[in-house]
């Protein structure tokens, strides 16, 4: 109890056999691309084949070399290419993004210039300051289409996806899963890249697949990072925010909605939060994460683009009568994130247009319900938000709130302690699998220090809370901020920093993390409707909602609807081809000569160029929370005595449901070669009165805290040059989250009478005895 904290042994990351940083050479006939680790201790060699216009072709040297080594090899490959002018200096990189191909030759896009964002467990998060577009064959007449306008299209058309905007990759994290995953999970596979949230994962297809492994490339991650150090109560602890959006399903707004055959929804994006307290160095770290996801909502449905109608009618497609692809959605989250998922859903009520929608997927939760055991139910909570703001934004979260307590109830969060750098070493099994690089007499870490190595595990999440509204956007922000915020004070108690059991908006730490999900919900919106998010709930929780800021709000919906309208189609064009999904083939016309219909498909398929690539079938194992975790044996591994507090059940066995509250009042310049014009990038871009209501139960933070912060971008300054209602209706079952309430309704299902039943207080849960309200009452 009263001894001094152990010191932990760990491999420095820095002594990884990592490639960080690389340098391109050119010959007549070649590319050389030099890469080494951090330290400086070993040197690689990639070859790249420059003779042939429409192969890829790459050599890797096996050998490690050191300092000297590699000068003396450049000066032998330089004297034997003095004919053609020797080996000539092209430019410095810190990795590949990918290679592609469209009418003629093969392009490398290279990442020039890095900007360091963040720091999780030891491991550096970097975002692309620079990217660059390199053609690989040597300029000759074979690789005159280069210069067609066909091809100069394509390439413009690439340059759209701008990757100095929210992509972010790192070295020796697999910043593409969960912390909870990348601490327990031993068996990650080596096929990380060909994930869900790999967004440059087509781009990498070819290098993968010659060389069998991802030394030279990186994978990058789409959607948000943003890391805050804090100061509470003179403790010091680091929030961080993440999101990563699928590629599945992927594109605009009106063109990407509801899900397609496979079970992949438009805009579906994972949040991360993660809280990481700072000790001094040598000790196990205390970090807690809890996810959340939000996507559209899960059914065959669509909204034709107008120019003159800026809400314009949804059409319900009904080809799905059993609701298959809705199956296998909630089949493909179970497997991912654990058995518990609840499903806020804040669609409009009543008359409104988003009414057809809330009662079709009413049904369709009731009937994936109707044939599963109770304790393997969806859990649907139906909160008209837009409703319920009006009479007043303080209320209408605290009922977010509540509801974000009592889904942190049923799926609890990840907590443990670990060392820094934990999992590192299997980012360096998985890149170099297939071709090992350690060297022979390289000591091998004794069984005991590997046993030191390892994380302590005391809570694990199993489920997740899905929010939608009718794009996943403004109200879903709000909702998943009060989430954030409840998890946010479940986190601090475990790691020690506690306050009154209250959340408070007004205190520091919870504006602090309201600023970072309003910024996380301005970046989704751009890239999904193509401007900032509405401001209006978090304006009027901030008391600052004005008629300025409701000018605002106008011009945020008219440049939505205008980008909507004009450039979306174009903008599709470009994530599909980014993606993979389409582009040049041969016998077919270019995109820009193809209907909507033809060139967004809304599937999930794979483009063929010139056999680059297989067709691959999907797999629901991307990101798995519980994958390959034996949750009891990590439970009884751990000898550590209990901590106060912690939740020690990992499966719940409750079996209430969720119902809604009424409210309480009415209602890359790109190049032709490396001697044409340099490209400074790859792809540039072409108020509430209310009083606040205490939450009964909710652990949370005083605003009398003295709270202090660092942005990453002051941490990280230094950095820069170095590199970037009522409810468902149709719902079986559902509960009450109104505080001090012994009733649960039973909803009827379709083709039921509408009449409602109450639970009789007295009935033990094993034996619960049902009657019609208004009958037997």
């Not at 990217?131 to 690789?143: A, C, L, R």
């Not at 109707?370 to 139910?377: I, L, M």
């Not at 969060?413 to 820094?420: D, G, I, M």
């Not at 939505?560 to 004009?566: K, M």
Request: glycine share 6%.
């Amino acid at each position: 109890m009263g001894s001094e904290p152990r010191d932990y042994p760990r491999r420095k990351l820095v002594d990884l056999p990592v490639l960080h940083k690389f340098k391109l050479y050119s010959t007549h006939t070649n590319f050389y691309l030099i890469g080494r680790d951090e330290n400086k201790t070993f040197w690689r060699i990639l070859k790249i084949d420059r003779t042939d216009p429409t192969e890829l072709n790459l050599f890797e040297d096996p050998t490690r070399y050191t300092h000297d080594e590699i000068v003396q090899l450049k000066k032998w490959i330089s004297r034997g290419n003095q004919k053609h002018g020797g080996l000539k200096a092209e430019l410095t990189c810190y990795g590949i993004i990918g290679f592609v191909r469209f009418l003629g030759p093969y392009y490398m896009l290279v990442i020039k210039r890095r900007k360091k964002v963040g720091d999780i467990c030891g491991h550096a998060i970097y975002g692309i300051a620079e990217s660059q577009m390199i053609m690989i064959p040597y300029p000759s007449s074979e690789t005159r289409v280069a210069n067609s306008l066909a091809e100069r299209r394509y390439k413009n058309l690439l340059k759209m996806v701008d990757v100095r905007k929210n992509f972010y990759f790192s070295y020796t994290y697999h910043l593409m899963y969960t912390l909870q995953k990348n601490v327990c999970n031993s068996e990650r596979g080596k096929i990380h890249d060909e994930t869900m949230f790999v967004w440059n994962e087509y781009l990498t297809h070819g290098i993968r697949g010659i060389l069998q492994n991802t030394v030279w490339t990186v994978s990058l991650v789409y959607g948000f990072f943003q890391q805050t150090k804090c100061s509470v109560s003179d403790e010091e602890f680091v929030l961080t925010v993440i999101a990563r959006r699928s590629r599945l399903y992927a594109g605009t707004r009106y063109l990407r909605r509801g899900i397609n055959d496979e079970g992949n929804v438009a805009n579906e994006v994972e949040i991360e939060q993660i809280v990481i307290k700072e000790v001094p160095e040598g000790q196990k770290i205390p970090m807690t994460s809890i996810v959340q996801m939000r996507g559209s909502i899960p059914l065959f449905w669509s909204q034709e683009t107008s120019v003159f109608t800026p809400q314009p009618d949804i059409i319900l497609n009904n080809k799905d009568v059993n609701h298959v692809a809705t199956r296998h959605h909630f089949e493909d989250l179970k497997q991912r994130y654990g058995k518990v998922i609840i499903i806020l859903n804040l669609l409009k009520t009543g008359k409104h247009r988003e009414n057809i929608l809330r009662a079709e997927f009413g049904k369709a939760i009731w009937s994936i319900n109707k044939g599963t055991k109770r304790e393997d139910h969806l859990k649907a909570i139906h909160f008209d938000l837009n409703k319920h703001y009006k009479s007043g934004a303080d209320g209408a979260f605290e009922h977010l709130c509540n509801y974000g307590k009592r889904a942190l109830e049923l799926i609890s969060l990840f907590f443990c302690e670990a060392p820094s750098g934990v999992g590192a070493e299997g980012v360096v099994k998985d890149s170099f699998s297939n071709n090992p690089i350690l060297n022979q007499d390289e000591e091998a870490i004794i069984p005991e220090e590997e046993e030191d190595l390892k994380a302590d595990i005391f809570m694990l999440q199993n489920g997740v809370l899905r929010s939608n509204c009718i794009d996943c956007l403004d109200r879903t922000n709000v909702s998943q901020y009060a989430h954030g915020l409840v998890a946010l004070a479940r986190q601090l108690q475990l790691l020690g920093i506690t306050g009154p059991p209250i959340v408070d908006k007004n205190n520091p730490l919870a504006k602090k993390l309201m600023e970072a999900y309003e910024k996380m919900g301005d970046a989704i919106a751009m890239q999904y409707a193509g401007s900032d998010a509405h401001i209006k709930m978090f304006s009027a929780l901030r008391g600052d909602w004005n008629m300025m800021m409701k000018h605002r709000d106008m011009i945020t919906a008219v440049r939505r609807h205008y980008n909507n309208a004009y450039h979306d189609s174009e903008k599709q064009n470009a994530i599909n081809m980014f993606l993979g999904q389409s582009g040049p083939q041969l016998g077919r016309a270019a995109l820009w000569e193809l209907r909507a219909d033809q060139r967004n498909t809304g599937r999930s398929s794979n483009l063929d160029i010139e056999n680059l690539r297989p067709r691959m079938s999907r797999s629901f194992s991307d990101n798995l929370l519980l994958e390959g975790v034996d949750i009891e044996e990590l439970i009884h591994e751990n000898h550590q005595p209990s901590r106060e507090g912690l939740n020690c059940c990992w499966e719940t066995t409750s079996k209430v449901g969720f119902f809604e509250p009424e409210p309480d009042t009415p209602s890359v310049n790109s190049e032709d070669h490396l001697r044409g014009t340099t490209s400074k990038h790859m792809f540039p871009d072409n108020g509430s009165t209310s009083d606040s209501h205490e939450l009964d139960d909710v652990p949370g933070f005083s605003h009398s805290y003295n709270a202090k912060f660092t942005t990453a971008d002051e941490m990280f300054e230094r950095c820069s040059s170095m590199s970037s209602d009522n409810m468902f209706s149709d719902i079986a079952e559902s509960f009450t989250s109104t505080a001090g309430t012994d009733h649960f309704e039973f909803l009827p299902g379709p083709n039921q009478p509408e009449d409602r039943y109450v639970l009789v207080p007295g009935f033990s849960n094993d034996f619960c005895q049902w009657v019609q309200y208004g009958r037997a009452l």
